[in-house]
């Protein structure tokens, strides 16, 4: 099997991500469970937002799909400000896939839940739009991404992990690079560390699809230690030279996190093996130093769903893959994958998200405080891609994790 060395990276991952070990990411929302159950999970609560809703930008008019330019949707991650009830949640690159010029950005929202009836309150308390590190507004536009020559990199961007790095830092995944950023509280961006060369997307090298992510199927979940010692970035589906090109889709269930040591300045590939060949990894979330919560989920929605599932991962033996240039072949004996086990059914009749009323996306997990009875508050948050028909759903669970 064919290798490869990547670690003259990591020394520059080490000078770019040291300004984030000192950054706390404590959570302190405050709530109280609800009573519907299931085994150790309890359903809190959820809220639906219209999809009609606008967010806070000041913008107007609308985009090259009739979609408002202040349209408040697609959300894509969620995360904990550090204060009761407060949150930050990311729109990804618009309505269309990135048909529309949309103006990228995040939202600081408020999420207060009643104890005693289950109901969340929602209140949207800030718009952030995001720059470049030169200042110029970036946007979801595919196409200027395919059209862009320039040396420089485009601000075309498509968001779609967010953790807060204390009161005034926020850390942004980039499918479209793909690329981890570092922004200012108010969307300016600060840094920017590209992924290993051979992570770049496939279409845009030459030759095309041999090497790198697959359109539509890249980074799109970051996570942080409790202590921020190690931040990891997951991969939605396999690298094209991990699986396979067909029907216009790239197939296998062989995906990579790639894991970046902020205080030796190390990086690591594990192997996150996919339920089956139709799901993709939507989020990851760290629990403690080693294991992971993990959304995994095919597109559909309604009837048509099959899997929207919430992993508990354990990456304590997994092998490091770095120098491993494909997994076509297999992972075989000498390579440990991450262990995974099942958390959370998001279609569990109980939780009343299943058959025709099933969301396509669960996108976005996030922390709240340890509970009275030991458990966790955990929310998830649902992308309804800008439709005006479809709402945008935040829904709170009571969890139990296991030692």
């Known amino acids: 099997m064919s290798k490869k060395t990547s670690h003259g990276w990591a020394n520059t991952a080490l000078r770019t991500w040291s300004l984030l070990v000192s950054l706390s990411l404590s959570s302190t929302v405050c709530v109280s469970i609800g009573s519907v159950s299931y085994g150790q999970i309890a359903l ?19 985009l090259e799909t009739n979609t408002p330019v202040n349209a408040f949707g697609g959300l894509s991650a969620i995360d904990s400000r550090g204060s009761k009830n407060r949150y930050v949640v990311l729109s990804d690159r618009g309505a269309g896939d990135g048909a529309a010029s949309f103006p990228c950005r995040y939202h600081d929202i408020e999420l207060d839940v009643n104890p005693e009836s289950g109901s969340i309150r929602f209140e949207l308390l800030d ?9 110029v507004q970036m946007t979801g536009s595919l196409d200027k991404l395919k059209k862009w020559t320039s040396p420089a990199r485009c601000p075309s961007y498509d968001p779609e992990g967010i953790r807060c790095l204390g009161s005034e830092r926020v850390a942004i995944s980039d499918e479209y690079g793909p690329n981890i950023d570092i922004f200012e509280r108010s969307g300016r961006m600060l840094k920017s560390v590209a992924l290993p060369a051979r992570y770049a997307l496939s279409e845009r090298r030459s030759p095309p699809m041999t090497v790198g992510t697959y359109s539509n199927r890249g980074l799109e979940g970051i996570a942080i230690t409790p202590d921020q010692t190690r931040l990891v970035a997951a ?41 089956n060949e139709s799901t993709g990894v939507s ?20 009837v048509d769903a099959k899997i929207k599932k919430i992993f ?14 494909s997994l076509r072949a297999g992972l075989g004996d000498s390579i440990r994958p991450v262990k995974k086990q099942l958390l959370i059914d998001l279609l569990n009749p109980e939780f009343g998200m299943s058959g025709e009323k099933t969301p396509e996306k669960p996108e976005g997990l996030a922390w709240g405080p340890t509970l009275p009875n030991g458990q966790r508050l955990l929310i998830v948050c649902f992308d ?3 439709d005006p028909t479809h709402n945008t759903i935040f829904a709170a669970f009571a969890v139990s994790i296991p030692k």
């Open 44 to 62: 809190v609560g959820k809220i639906e937002i219209p999809g009609t809703a606008e967010d806070r930008s000041g913008l107007s008019g609308n």
């Open 235 to 275: 991969m939605q589906g396999p690298l094209v030279q991990d699986g396979r090109i067909e029907n216009n889709k790239c197939l296998g269930l062989n995906t990579r996190w790639f894991s970046f040591d902020l205080v030796e300045g190390k990086s690591a590939e594990w192997v996150y093996p996919l339920d």
């Open 384 to 386: 309804n891609d800008f």
């Open 127 to 135: 718009t952030h739009l995001l720059s470049d590190l030169n200042g």
């Open 312 to 325: 508990l991962a354990d990456t304590a033996d997994a092998s490091d893959v770095s120098q491993i240039e």
């Open 283 to 302: 989020e990851v979330l760290a629990i403690d130093n080693h294991r992971y919560l993990v959304i995994e989920r095919d597109s559909k929605f309604g």
